[in-house]
């Protein structure tokens, strides 16, 4: 018996299919309806991290994600959500010149717009903006498609980031956009736009898991009677259509809905799954899905591979062995070399951790002299699924080691360590020594050509662990006093280094096999500025307290400081001017902004004067 095509009911035929099912409403629709938003982890993150910005006036606002991934809903619910004091204009139409984007800001908030001078516009959005201020408001821009906008249209934006008083900003700038954002804001072009992005996320795939609890999530907002039911089977073979992505999830679920209706089913199985694919994979939507950074990395890797195997097939048949042995070695060009003082490498030695020893054990030991690197080492790029994506060390595709430049000899140490490592490797070996500082396992799973900013989170997620990533200088560092991934740039691409000891006079790095000793100021030379630190929550504080924190966290963080020490008043749900003042003191004494809030860095350093906690901390102070 064949398939039948299966046709979207209309009218009529549509409230049948409600009716079927028990929906209000198709629970499937391709509408960013914010009723419908499923709360990933990720997401929670990313919604926290918003409002946080808000209400403490962050500059700019960066937020990334692949296509279907939830951003404009996300952005929707965001907005539905704001409070009464504040002010926003939201643009999605992001194909504008710098006149059309000025002209509709000033419609979004209602100010006259009848002219075509940039300046004019200027001015009076910055009156706008002056009352606002005067009535106590703050006031947001949210662009959506933002990799979209033209260079000269973000140049305006840092202009009008501009507006401000002695004391604050007047105007929030939300950036949101497909991950081409990112890469268009660290062109240095707009190097000085980049500088001012205080707050940087990024959304990432549901999980295996959470691809089945979005389509409950969905069902039930959606139903008025329990009783539809999707098959372990038929969410594993949704996950491998969609790969985690909430806009396929909801084409593939919706056909298969339809599919079950057409055959009077209420029991969504495999079998009805496969049938939809097939039906999609007819009208053409599996080409159209879009391509994440970790294929475009795969089939980047998969082509490098074919140009080096091709290449030193032709160097084996056009060139004898004779002329082999005697053909002149070509160097690597290195424009810029780091500056390393006192540069010493520290081979780490390896030590069994104990329950009590949060760390690995580490001592200093005379290095022999480096053997020479193989020719021709081999390459191979491995690409698969699974359910719950989880990170690896994978080998991939390196060019011919060579000799290099001739450089002193503490320069040449650092160098020989990681500079010509290739990026997948470097950061696979730091992730190694963090999670190692922290007595965790490296995790294993098949996304190692993944960006590294979701290689790292999806890495601290397996460890259930956070992550944050920060831009600053190695004094905040200090403050945090944390292990941490940092990103040390070369000609040839980003290397990745842990940091795993900071003292006034040392600054202790370690590449996952060997460990390096350098002067701060010969790390800040060759520090572009950005680390990734991983931290656990012990105690689950979640979301910024007390902007959207539940009840029982404010207490339970009552109930933490003290034991700490601090002076507390009621132990109750309220986040009182006395707990303030106590988060305030933390806050001062670690050299942070005090602002009597608990986000992610506060909480880094409240755990940090815990000392019954086990954690591997940067200096002993």
Same mark, same amino acid.
């Given at each position: 018996m064949g398939w039948l095509t299966v046709r979207r009911p209309k009218g009529k035929t549509d409230s049948m299919y409600n009716h079927f099912f028990g929906f209000k409403e198709r629970p499937f629709k391709l509408v960013p309806n914010p009723e419908f938003l499923y709360l990933s982890r990720i997401h929670e993150e990313v919604l926290a991290h918003l409002n946080y910005a808000v209400a403490y006036g962050e500059g700019f606002v960066e937020i990334t994600g692949e296509v279907g991934t939830g951003k404009t809903t996300l952005c929707r619910m965001f907005l539905e959500n704001l409070k009464a004091n504040t002010e926003a204009a939201y643009i999605f139409n992001p194909k504008l010149d710098v006149l059309q984007l000025l002209k509709a800001v000033n419609d979004e908030f209602g100010i006259d717009s009848d002219t075509d001078s940039v300046k004019t516009l200027i001015d009076r959005l910055n009156t706008f903006l002056l009352e606002q201020k005067a009535q106590g408001k703050r006031v947001i821009l949210l662009i959506d498609e933002a990799q979209n906008l033209s260079v000269d249209v973000l140049e305006q934006l840092r202009l009008l980031s501009n507006l401000e008083t002695t004391t604050s900003k007047?105007?929030?700038?939300i950036l949101v956009g497909q991950p081409?954002?990112?890469?268009?804001?660290?062109?240095?072009?707009?190097?000085q736009l980049n500088q001012r992005i205080t707050l940087s996320c990024h959304l990432v795939p549901l999980s295996a898991v959470e691809t089945r609890e979005y389509i409950r999530h969905r069902i039930h907002i959606a139903s008025q009677n329990p009783g539809l039911e999707f098959t372990s089977s038929a969410h594993r073979s949704i996950f491998r259509y969609s790969s985690g992505i909430p806009r396929l999830i909801n084409i593939v679920c919706d056909r298969a809905l339809l599919a079950a209706y057409s055959r009077n089913k209420t029991r969504i199985t495999n079998r009805i799954v496969k049938q939809a694919l097939r039906e999609l994979d007819s009208k053409g939507y599996r080409n159209a899905k879009p391509m994440l950074l970790r294929e475009k990395l795969t089939l980047g890797l998969l082509s490098l591979l074919v140009f080096l195997v091709a290449g030193m097939v032709a160097s084996q048949t056009l060139v004898g062995p004779a002329s082999r042995m005697a053909a002149p070695v070509v160097h690597h060009k290195i424009e810029k070399q780091p500056v390393a003082e006192r540069v010493n490498e520290r081979p780490e030695t390896k030590v069994a951790p104990t329950e009590e020893d949060a760390g690995p054990v580490t001592a200093s030991a005379s290095v022999p002299p480096p053997q020479p690197p193989a020719q021709t080492p081999e390459a191979e790029a491995t690409v698969q699924r699974t359910q719950m994506p989880e990170p690896e060390v994978a080998a991939a595709a390196e060019p011919q080691r060579v000799p290099e430049p001739a450089l002193p000899t503490q320069d040449r140490d650092v160098n020989r360590g990681f500079a010509f490592a290739e990026p997948m490797h470097s950061r696979a !070996?730091?992730?190694?020594?963090?999670?190692s500082a922290w007595n965790a396992k490296m995790p294993a799973g098949p996304v190692a050509v993944l960006d590294s900013d979701t290689y790292f989170r999806l890495s601290a997620r397996y460890s259930n662990m956070e992550i944050i990533q920060v831009k600053g200088s190695l004094n905040l560092l200090r403050k945090l006093n944390l292990p941490a991934i940092v990103e040390i740039p070369y000609p040839e691409g980003i290397r990745f280094l842990a940091l795993t000891g900071l003292g006034e006079e040392e600054v202790q790095l370690?590449?996952?096999?060997? !460990?390096y000793s350098l002067a701060p100021e010969a790390f800040a030379s060759m520090w572009n500025g950005k680390a990734h630190i991983f931290w656990k929550n012990h105690f689950n504080y979640t979301g910024v307290i007390p902007i959207n924190s539940p009840g029982e966290v404010i207490l339970s963080l009552k109930g933490h400081l003290k034991t700490l020490g601090y002076s507390i008043g009621a132990m109750d749900t309220t986040y009182d001017a006395v707990t303030q003042r106590a988060i305030e003191t933390i806050q001062a004494s670690n050299g942070l902004d005090v602002d009597g809030m608990v986000g992610p860095q506060t909480k880094i350093v409240l755990y940090n004067e815990d000392r019954s906690l086990v954690i591997p901390r940067l200096s002993g102070s």
């Open positions: 007047l105007l929030q700038i081409e954002l990112g890469e268009l804001l660290e062109s240095g072009t707009l190097r !070996g730091a992730l190694a020594a963090v999670l370690s590449d996952g096999e060997k !460990g």
